[in-house]
């Protein structure tokens, strides 16, 4: 980058690139066994729900010509 020349009225703005903080953030906690097995479980509850409706919902999605096929005929043969 290039330097101003003329005076900057804030410095730290004209030095804010090479500007180091030293303050550290703190260390994150670790997480206990308790808390470890509530998120595996809501982990597997959401999977398990997902996978539910998904195994619910795909015969409902399915194209099959021969079910159809089945439906006509039996309103067919129930107005007679």
Known sequence: MFRRREPV????VAE???YR???TPPPRERVNRSQLA??????LTVTAGLVGALLFGMPAL??????THRA???EANAGR
């Open 16 to 18: 804010a690139e090479r």
């Open 72 to 74: 006509q005929q039996s």
């Open 21 to 23: 903080s030293n303050v």
């Open 62 to 67: 399915s194209t099959n010509p021969h079910d």
């Open 9 to 12: 009225p804030f410095a730290f």
């Open 38 to 43: 509530g998120r595996i479980l809501v982990g």
